[in-house]
């Protein structure tokens, strides 16, 4: 698979990552887990994105019980912090940062992870105080590089501008041919100061696959269909979404790609994304997306699928 350099840093990631945000945190068991997760290195799979907060720290168990089986310089792996692991544990502060970090770690098994990110921003803390921790954690070594998640363009800038502190190499927005509002600011932005997105939900929480069909049943099995997986799907399961996304079922059709492959390799085709997250219940979902890495679309198909989407693309 195609690795990709994560902005300024001497990290390479695979173009495809696996994530475990509403699956490895609980929502399959964990010898889905494994089989996910072992699908992923025969598919040359190497990157791994997970968080404190999945499943309150069981996703990082997870994936420090499972991950052990492989050599350390074999796969990269990511996690973050910024949302509530307790009634007084979350946001940014200094304490927060070295207390996560350290619990994120422990569950891992790791020394270190290879990217630690901030969530979100965190109003109450003072961005100074934030950057400094992180700088910190990079200078013992419990991290090799730093990133934030949907931070709002500001306060990249005004972190970009902060001296003698550890300089950000990824951005993890959502970013889907749904949800294109990304290319407005954060990515000019990421490529003119060395960062790279790592992409969270390019199928659209899987609507981008055709699973989904208007005047249908959610099928069963799957994430909608899901008490613990459904949260954050709603907004995608309307009829002028699902009917846009059934005009991509022929355009997929004459490229000889899955829905799932066609909406990854759109996501690809954007050079300052390094990776682009997925989520899988299955291994053979693990395979089919990772084929996507191997893609090159070509002018006409992009051009079919802006227009297919064109009037719900939220830009």
């Not at 490895?24 to 010898?31: L, Q, V």
């Not at 997250?277 to 802006?306: C, F, K």
Request: aromatic share 8%; charged share 25%.
């Amino acid at each position: 698979m195609d690795q990709r350099r994560l902005g300024d840093s001497d990290l390479d990631v695979s173009t495809i990552a696996l994530g475990s945000w509403l699956t490895y945190s609980g929502g399959i068991g964990r010898a889905r887990t494994e089989a996910c997760t072992r699908a992923a290195f025969d598919a040359g799979i190497t990157f791994f994105d997970t968080a404190n907060v999945y499943g309150r720290g069981a996703a990082e168990r997870a994936w420090g019980e499972i991950l052990a089986d492989y050599p350390r310089d074999s796969f990269a792996i990511a996690t973050k912090l910024y949302f509530p692991m307790s009634g007084k544990d979350r946001g940014l502060s200094r304490e927060q940062v070295h207390k996560q970090i350290d619990g994120s770690l422990e569950r891992l098994g790791m020394d270190h992870v290879d990217l630690y990110q901030c969530h979100r921003y965190d109003e109450q803390t003072p961005l100074e105080e934030t950057m400094q921790a992180l700088t910190e954690v990079v200078e013992a070594g419990k991290a090799r590089w730093i990133g934030f998640s949907e931070w709002p363009v500001a306060r990249i800038e005004e972190a970009l501008a902060l001296p003698g502190v550890a300089k950000f190499v990824s951005s993890q927005p959502q970013y889907s041919a749904l949800w294109r509002a990304p290319e407005a600011e954060v990515i000019p932005l990421c490529e003119r100061n060395g960062i790279s997105q790592i992409v969270w939900s390019p199928l659209a929480q899987g609507v981008l696959t055709g699973k989904y069909r208007a005047g249908e049943e959610v099928p069963a099995g799957t994430r909608a269909a899901s008490r613990d997986m459904s949260r954050f799907i709603g907004q995608w399961l309307t009829r002028p979404v699902l009917d846009a996304v059934d005009r991509l079922w022929p355009i997929a059709e004459e490229a000889g790609l899955t829905m799932a492959q066609l909406c990854l390799a759109w996501v690809l085709r954007q050079d300052n994304v390094a990776a682009a997250i997925v989520g899988a219940s299955r291994p053979e979902q693990v395979h089919e997306n990772a084929r996507a890495a191997d893609v090159r679309l070509s002018a006409d198909t992009l051009r079919a699928i802006d227009e297919a989407l064109l009037l719900v693309a939220i830009t």
